[in-house]
């Protein structure tokens, strides 16, 4: 939860969306460091998150990261909680949801926010949006931050929804993206992609086949659910593997110094799927 609200945005402001603000830490910009005690009461007593957590198993990243929000702004008294994941139909058809709406009970704004965490990999010339794509190759950075800006956050101004403020005697007057995540470059000199927050958190993937280990360093698999966070080498499980150059996917594999502590996330892949990576990229 510290995370997702502390970690820095892999995007900065950008030009020509100046009514939809990307959130940098925090909900709205406010030091995140101000929801310290919060956090530590909960950390004292975690019952609450436990009881809005029962019969819950994320399996997927990206629900998770929402239902860690969900969570803080459901428990939080300073905000009220009003939808998550709402969906949207016309004429008894889906076409879309909120991801979340809440309202600030200090200010009485209501806030439209729409939340992801993404971990994509560039190749080719990494400035270009399009040159980012996700382990599965199915997702890529262009595709997502036009479908965030120009559908999903609009999506609280669709006329279906009239009737739905107008019962609850509010409406949105605020719109939020919160994108958190990793960009991992295929060498460490790299230029970031166009408008990228220049703090964003970043490492470097390369191919299984001329990874070296570091004999000074322990490397360990990271399950998607522990890609968020630091970890220690004593919280991830310790059963056996495959070993790197087995893997015929794309996977996260912490580096760790003998004290066990995460040095930094490294994204090995398997030559066939950089070869992928740069069939796709010759193609469009």
Request: aromatic letters at 12%; proline letters at 5%.
């Amino acid at each position: 939860m510290w995370w997702a609200l502390k970690s820095p945005p892999l995007f900065s402001q950008i030009p020509g969306y100046e009514d939809v603000i990307m959130v940098k830490q925090g909900l709205q910009n406010e030091e995140a460091e101000t929801y310290l005690d919060f956090l530590h009461t909960l950390d004292k007593d975690p019952s609450p998150i436990q009881k809005l957590w029962q019969g819950k198993n994320h399996k997927r990243l990206g629900r998770y990261f929402e239902h860690l929000l969900f969570t803080f702004i459901k428990l939080n008294p300073n905000y009220r909680l009003i939808f998550s994941n709402k969906v949207i139909k016309v004429k008894k058809q889906s076409i879309g949801e909120l991801d979340l709406v809440f309202q600030d009970l200090q200010s009485g704004e209501v806030i439209h926010m729409e939340l992801a965490v993404k971990f994509y990999l560039g190749l080719g010339d990494t400035s270009r949006w399009e040159n980012w794509y996700g382990p599965s190759l199915r997702d890529r950075l262009d595709f997502k931050m036009d479908k965030l800006l120009n559908k999903q956050i609009k999506f609280s101004n669709h006329p279906s929804l009239d009737e739905v403020w107008q019962k609850e005697k509010l409406r949105p007057t605020k719109r939020c993206v919160l994108l958190k995540g990793y960009l991992f470059y295929p060498t460490p000199k790299e230029v970031a992609p166009e408008f990228a927050f220049k703090g964003h958190n970043k490492s470097q993937w390369m191919e299984a086949e001329v990874f070296s280990l570091d004999r000074d360093k322990v490397y360990k698999k990271i399950p998607k659910l522990r890609w968020l966070s630091k970890n220690t080498l004593n919280n991830l499980e310790s059963d056996r593997e495959l070993k790197i150059e087995e893997q015929n996917f794309p996977n996260i594999y912490g580096e760790f110094d003998r004290d066990g502590r995460e040095k930094r996330k490294i994204f090995i892949c398997p030559k066939t799927w950089s070869e992928k990576l740069n069939e796709l990229l010759s193609t469009d």
